[in-house]
Every structure is written in structure tokens, then in C-alpha cells.
């Protein structure tokens, strides 16, 4: 309620009492308010004209009588004090005057039946008001579908982790709560943080919900269930594989988790059993891939969790028998599809390596180009290829040696143009190609 508004509250005077009580100094007009913790339920019962210097314990018969129970039935009071910004309900000493309880004039004190602390959920006024004050109603969706609520728990702001988790597995039927995992909402992008919650490392729900700006939270969370606790899944890594099959040319999805402290060299052994290889004594290749581009080619011997992001996919391929019997002058490319959006580049599909051999003219990379992707003969007459300088497309003739064009080591650019697929950008890195040195250069594509 702001300064400027004036909140009256009227109750209907009982037939027996038409006017009002004369009133001395030491009159206190208290409202009273009954709890009932079966019920969860706290209403207002009335009002008593009474003496400061008189006890609590004076009126319990008449508030008794209020509120339908037995004349000596055992209650207990509490004064409520405040309820914003934070709780302040304090229990009030029934055997000392109202006075001496800091009890004055238009006070509201709730009572209740006295019972055990374990009996009902909110078993007293003081842990009813801090459920209220703190009750949150959440929205849950599966993080696969993020666009939809699944669910809604009402639940604490003060609810732990562990609460948290509970509550959802039990909406679920699932045994296990650690095998729930939980991801925080960005409301301004409408979607889940990139990040999920580790396990209990968020204290309360308040701050699971909490926006960068602290008088903001959010109402949504997302769940996924895993197939083995969280505990156990932080233990390990877990990749996301993209394997590129040599024959026929298309690419898999695999989840792989290795402990930390794993190699690439490992992954390798892992995926070799869950994929089917071209030849028993294939390589792989591995590699990430950054704005549909080839970003990075990993060492074997590299740890992962000291070099890989876990949320960005890995790919992996069969290094082809062709690039092992490549000359020291060939050189191996990274390819790259594009199209011009108002003479701006945009990148987009998934990019592969490509050698080029020295003195190989347009006409015979056309040929195997042809032949990697399977494109029928009507349809690759539309392509066009062309050499590329500060984004300027220099169209190239089947005569053409292309590796004539590249005699430094900077990034060049090599187009073909499909008229269906608007542009396939071919992007070069200048690697002179033998395995160590592919290896060594691997780090800066």
C-alpha cells in the first residue's frame, strides 16, 4: 500500500451489540484470527475490547468459545506482527499481561489449537505465514520442449535443492530424484541457460529462480531425466559425437562418457565400438566445428576436459586412404558452404577436408567433388567455381591449376555456385600436406 491510499475494514456489528463499548485508558481493542493447521486455513474470527493489564490466559475460555472448541481446550497465541518484507510472528506468553507482552491498541493475535510439531505440515501460525510468504508456484518443462509448461508444483522459495528434486521426481513417479537434472530460464530470450544446475549447487529455490536483476524471478524451470544419477554423470565427460560414415555419406549421432582425465585417443576406442568402419584399421579424425566452420583438429593425445567445450558437438571421421599418399606439395582444405545474403557471406551446413593436389587442374576437382557428394550430372553443369581475395570472386576455368592461387599461408577462399543451393564456399587454408605436418597445423585452420 502506498502513502496516498487509506484501507478501512468493516465487519457486520452482532444484533446483541448495537453500539459501541465506552472505553478507558487502559482498554486495547484486539482482532483476533484462527488457524486451523488440518486445514491449512487462517481466518478472522472477531474482535475483543479488553484491559491491558489483563492476561492472555483470561480470555482463552471466551476465545474458545470463538472459535467452536472445548472450554478448556489448550491453545496457543501469536501476535502477528508483520508480513512484508519479511515474517514477524511471535508467540505470546499467556500467563503475563498484554502490556508486559508489548501488546497494544489494534494488534491482531491468531491462535490455534496447540498440537505436535510433526503432525501436520504447517503444524503453527508462524510456519503457516512463512509458507505463505515464501510459497512459489513453478512451471516445469522437459528441456527437449522447451516452448511448452509440462507441469506446475507449488513450492517454497525456501525449498532446497534436495527438496526440489523430490518434489518433481514424486510428481513423475520416479524413485530416484538425482536422476533429475534442472536448467535455470532466461525470461528476456525465452528459453534455458546454457549451463544446467549442478548437483546441490544451488542452496534454495529463490535462487534458482533469481534474475540477474535481484527484484525479478523467474517462474519456469526445466527438467531432464537422465538414465544414471547426476553425482555419477558430473564424475564424467559427456560428448556429443557427430560421426561422419565414410560409405554412405552421412552423419550419426552418438553420447559418449569417458571419465576425466580421458584422451581423445580413448573417445577413439569408445566410438570404434558403437560404429561401423569402412576397414578394421581406419583412422579417425577429430574435430569441432565453430560457425559451420572447421574451427579446430584434435591431438589424440589431448585430454578432453582440458580443450573441448562440452556443449559445442565433436566430429569425427575416417581419414580417407587418399590423404596418406599425398605428395609434400598437396595441400588439405577445409570446405565450407555459404551463401551471399546482400553481398554478405552466411555460412551454414556441415564443413569436411578436401586435398588438392599440386598441379591439379579445376577440371579434375570437379571430377572428385562430383563424386563425394553423388551429384547427378544435369544438376553439378549449374555449378560454377571461383577463386576468392578480400571477398571478391575471381570465376576459374576447368584449365586452371588451383593451388597456383595459393602461394601463402593466409586464409584463402575457393566459391562454386549452385544455382538450387545458392553458394558452396570452399575455404583454404594453405597446409602444405604431409602427416606430421597436417598434424602440426592442425591447431590453426
Known amino acids: 500500500m502506498n502513502s496516498s491510499e487509506l484501507r478501512l475494514y468493516l465487519e457486520v ?10 472505553r478507558t485508558k487502559d482498554d486495547i481493542l484486539l482482532f ?23 492476561k492472555p490466559s483470561d480470555i482463552v475460555p471466551k476465545l474458545n468459545e470463538i472459535a467452536g472448541f472445548q472450554h478448556d481446550e489448550d491453545i496457543e497465541l501469536y501476535e502477528e506482527i508483520k508480513f512484508e518484507p519479511n515474517i514477524m510472528c511471535e508467540p505470546v506468553d499467556c500467563d503475563v499481561s498484554f502490556s508486559l507482552n508489548q501488546i497494544a491498541d489494534g494488534d491482531i493475535l491468531c491462535y490455534q489449537k496447540r498440537c505436535s510439531l510433526d503432525q501436520h505440515r504447517h503444524p503453527n501460525v508462524s510456519s503457516f505465514f ?8 513453478v512451471h516445469f518443462r522437459l528441456l527437449e520442449k522447451p516452448k511448452q509448461d509440462d507441469f506446475s ?11 526440489v528434486v523430490e518434489k518433481v521426481a514424486q510428481h513423475l513417479g520416479m524413485d530416484d530424484p538425482s536422476k533429475l537434472r534442472l536448467t535455470q530460464h532466461i525470461p528476456h530470450l525465452q528459453q534455458p541457460k546454457h549451463q544446467y544446475i549442478k548437483y546441490r549447487s544451488i542452496d534454495h529455490l ?10 525479478q524471478m523467474s517462474d519456469i524451470l526445466y527438467y531432464e531425466i537422465l538414465d544414471i544419477p547426476l553425482p555419477e554423470l558430473q564424475g564424467l565427460i559427456t560428448l556429443r559425437v557427430a560421426f561422419h560414415q565414410a560409405t554412405p555419406n552421412e552423419v550419426l549421432f552418438h553420447i559418449i562418457r569417458l571419465p576425466k582425465g580421458s584422451t581423445y585417443s580413448d573417445l577413439i576406442d569408445d566410438l570404434k565400438s558403437k560404429v561401423q568402419l569402412s576397414r578394421s584399421d581406419a583412422e579417425l579424425r577429430l574435430f569441432q566445428v565453430n560457425n559451420n566452420k572447421i574451427w579446430k583438429v584434435y591431438l589424440p593425445t589431448e585430454k578432453i576436459d582440458a580443450v573441448h567445450d562440452p556443449n559445442v558437438p565433436l566430429h569425427v571421421e575416417e581419414i580417407p586412404e587418399v590423404e596418406k599418399s599425398a605428395g609434400p606439395r598437396d595441400r588439405l582444405v577445409h570446405v565450407v558452404h555459404f551463401f551471399k545474403d546482400n553481398q554478405h557471406i552466411q555460412y551454414y551446413g556441415v564443413p569436411f577436408f578436401f586435398l588438392i593436389r599440386e598441379g591439379e587442374a579445376l577440371s579434375d576437382i570437379k571430377v572428385r567433388i562430383q563424386k563425394k557428394f553423388e551429384v547427378p550430372d544435369e544438376q553439378f553443369l549449374k555449378w560454377k567455381f571461383a577463386y576468392v581475395a578480400y571477398n571478391r570472386p575471381d570465376y576459374l576455368q576447368d584449365s586452371d591449376i588451383v593451388l597456383s592461387r595459393f602461394q601463402v599461408e593466409y586464409i584463402l577462399f575457393f566459391w562454386m555456385f549452385d544455382r538450387k543451393y545458392a553458394f558452396i564456399q570452399t575455404f583454404l587454408a594453405g597446409i602444405s600436406f604431409s602427416r606430421k605436418t597436417f598434424m602440426d597445423h592442425g591447431n590453426n585452420p
Request: proline content about 3%; overall charge negative; aromatic content about 8%.
Open 13 to 22: 456489528v452482532q444484533e446483541n451489540h448495537l453500539t459501541l463499548a465506552s
Open 32 to 54: 483476533f484470527k484462527l488457524y486451523d493447521p488440518e486445514k491449512e486455513e487462517l481466518r478472522y474470527v472477531g474482535n475483543l475490547l479488553l484491559k491491558a493489564s489483563s
Open 130 to 137: 512463512e509458507y505463505v510468504h515464501n510459497r512459489q508456484v
Open 153 to 163: 508444483l507449488e513450492l517454497s522459495k525456501r525449498s532446497t535443492y534436495d527438496d
Open 206 to 215: 529463490s535462487d534458482m529462480l533469481l534474475l540477474r536483476n535481484p527484484n
